[in-house]
């Protein structure tokens, strides 16, 4: 008991409400996942093919360099 009157009980109705509210909006959300959240999956997934595709072009051109370094490098 916090008060020991009818508050206890009323305080303990509003809580038990607020977790009912809070529990359906959770599960609302793992139903319905955000709108724009599919559409950047698919914008990404083609920066990452564009890139790819760039990459693979660019093996082509890749230069040797060195292995060591001149003992005068800082």
């Not at 359906?24 to 139903?31: A, D, F, K, L």
Request: zero cysteines; charged letters at 35%.
């Amino acid at each position: 008991m916090l008060f020991g009157d009818w508050r206890d009980e009323a305080l303990l109705d509003a809580i038990g409400e607020a977790l009912v509210l809070e529990r359906q909006r959770e599960r609302t959300e793992r139903e319905d996942p955000p709108a724009p959240l599919p559409r950047e999956v698919a914008e990404l997934r083609g920066q990452v093919s564009a890139l790819l595709t760039l990459l693979q072009g660019a093996k082509a051109e890749v230069i040797g360099l060195p292995r060591k370094r001149p003992s005068d490098a800082a």
